[in-house]
């Protein structure tokens, strides 16, 4: 029989063995279960594998197990594909670790992510507005449409993208004002389309989520005409947490 590793999801602090199911990644079923030591676990199930795929199917499985640990613990979550040879590896890194693990624990407990995305609804609007507030555009493109060359409209819409770039930056953060006010830490990722203005990730107490999504729903009304904003959330805290195992030193 080959040999089976463990695939590690997170890491948790308790005192007891939990048997999360046969909610294990790659479609066989695999219990997910506990392996831990003084109080510190990590969450496993068994592997066959030593690489996953990127694919969608194996990172919703992954994700799929760390949101069904955060219904009743505190994670650590960690990257897609972390894979061990043994339990020993996991537990002597457990042992090795655990100060840092427990502090990243405690500095989390009882908190939620919240992902929230800002997109703008009309970019026609958009770059009319651009065009009336910068008037080399407006005279280049005026120039470009009149005949004046292409270099003319190649400039235009590098200064077009520019100028694009700076609205997102000063209207997105009018945006994240509110929502930042508060007992929250924001994390901004990157905005990866032409219309979107925010993309941000909020941590905070499970107490605030009556408050933020009030925030969030005033931030709607009073700009319902203009854009649309997506909530995700509540999850854990993925965009907060970043271990990787390195078994013969720490944690980075």
């Given at each position: 029989?080959?040999?089976?590793?463990?695939y590690i999801y997170g890491i948790i602090a308790t005192e007891e063995a939990p048997n999360f199911g046969p909610i294990?990644?790659?479609?066989?079923?695999?219990?997910?279960?506990?392996?831990?030591?003084?109080?510190?676990?990590?969450?496993?199930?068994?592997?066959?594998?030593?690489?996953?795929?990127?694919?969608?199917?194996?990172?919703?499985?992954?994700?799929?197990?760390?949101?069904?640990?955060?219904?009743?613990?505190?994670?650590?979550?960690?990257?897609?594909?972390?894979?061990?040879?043994?339990?020993?590896?996991?537990?002597?890194?457990?042992?090795?670790?655990?100060?840092?693990?427990?502090?990243?624990?405690?500095?989390?407990?009882?908190?939620?992510?919240?992902?929230?995305?800002?997109?703008?609804?009309?970019m026609k609007k958009i770059f009319d507005e651009i065009a009336q507030e910068n008037k080399v555009i407006h005279k280049?493109?005026?120039?470009?449409?009149?005949?004046?060359?292409?270099?003319?409209?190649?400039?235009?819409?590098?200064?077009?993208?520019?100028?694009?770039?700076?609205?997102?930056?000063?209207?997105?953060?009018?945006?994240?004002?509110?929502?930042?006010?508060?007992?929250?830490?924001?994390?901004?990722?990157?905005?990866?389309?032409?219309?979107?203005?925010?993309?941000?990730?909020?941590?905070?107490?499970?107490?605030?989520?009556?408050?933020?999504d009030a925030r969030v729903e005033k931030l709607g009304e009073e700009n319902e005409a203009r854009v649309q904003i997506?909530?995700?959330?509540?999850?854990?805290?993925?965009?907060?947490?970043?271990?990787?195992?390195?078994?013969?030193?720490?944690?980075?």
């Amino acid at each position: 029989m080959p040999h089976e590793g463990k695939y590690i999801y997170g890491i948790i602090a308790t005192e007891e063995a939990p048997n999360f199911g046969p909610i294990g990644i790659g479609g066989k079923r695999d219990e997910v279960v506990t392996i831990g030591v003084k109080g510190l676990a990590a969450v496993i199930s068994n592997s066959a594998l030593d690489h996953y795929a990127a694919s969608r199917e194996n990172l919703q499985g992954h994700t799929k197990v760390i949101e069904k640990v955060f219904e009743n613990f505190t994670i650590l979550p960690l990257q897609f594909c972390t894979v061990a040879e043994s339990t020993d590896e996991i537990l002597n890194f457990l042992e090795k670790n655990r100060r840092e693990l427990n502090n990243h624990l405690k500095d989390l407990e009882g908190k939620v992510e919240v992902g929230i995305k800002i997109i703008w609804k009309n970019m026609k609007k958009i770059f009319d507005e651009i065009a009336q507030e910068n008037k080399v555009i407006h005279k280049l493109k005026e120039k470009g449409v009149k005949g004046g060359g292409q270099s003319a409209l190649i400039h235009a819409g590098e200064l077009v993208e520019a100028a694009l770039e700076e609205k997102k930056a000063v209207e997105g953060e009018d945006y994240l004002r509110p929502l930042k006010k508060g007992p929250v830490t924001c994390k901004e990722g990157e905005k990866k389309t032409e219309d979107m203005v925010v993309n941000a990730s909020f941590l905070f107490s499970h107490d605030w989520i009556k408050e933020f999504d009030a925030r969030v729903e005033k931030l709607g009304e009073e700009n319902e005409a203009r854009v649309q904003i997506k909530y995700i959330g509540p999850m854990p805290p993925f965009s907060f947490v970043n271990l990787e195992l390195h078994w013969n030193g720490g944690t980075r």
